[in-house]
């Protein structure tokens, strides 16, 4: 049961995350800062990849640090491109690298 749980919530967290990133938002006025987007990617990636890590350590998975990155790697990268599709997104680059130091970061923070 703790395991469909674990797995539920990462795949609840990512169908919110694909939502959110898909749907056409503003940032209200107060939390406008340079690159608050940047941070956004940044955290929310870290907290993906925490999930994932904790999910997989829990199942005694081979390698659950890599797999972990890379699950939150490839949704970031499946978002960026499905933005290309969506007229009031837009494909960034920017994007992609702070979803990578974030799971990154969560990794770290995770492992230590």
């Not at 799971?103 to 230590?112: H, P, R, V, W």
């Given at each position: 049961?703790?395991?469909?749980?674990?797995?539920?919530?990462?795949?609840?967290?990512?169908?919110?995350?694909?939502?959110?990133?898909?749907?056409?938002?503003?940032?209200?006025?107060?939390?406008?800062?340079?690159?608050?987007?940047?941070?956004?990617h940044f955290i929310i990636y870290m907290l993906l990849s925490c999930?994932?890590?904790?999910?997989?350590?829990?199942?005694?998975?081979?390698?659950?640090?890599?797999?972990?990155?890379?699950?939150?790697?490839?949704?970031?990268?499946?978002?960026?491109?499905?933005?290309?599709?969506?007229?009031?997104?837009?494909f960034e680059l920017g994007d992609i690298a702070c979803n990578c130091l974030g799971?990154?970061?969560?990794?770290?923070?995770?492992?230590?």
């Open positions: 049961m703790r395991y469909l749980l674990s797995w539920g919530t990462i795949y609840v967290y990512t169908c919110l995350l694909f939502l959110f990133s898909l749907l056409p938002v503003s940032a209200p006025a107060a939390l406008v800062f340079p690159y608050y987007d940047k941070v956004i999930l994932v890590l904790n999910t997989l350590r829990q199942q005694g998975k081979d390698r659950p640090v890599l797999a972990g990155f890379l699950y939150a790697f490839y949704v970031g990268l499946m978002i960026e491109f499905l933005q290309l599709t969506v007229p009031y997104r837009s799971a990154g970061t969560g990794l770290l923070l995770k492992i230590g």
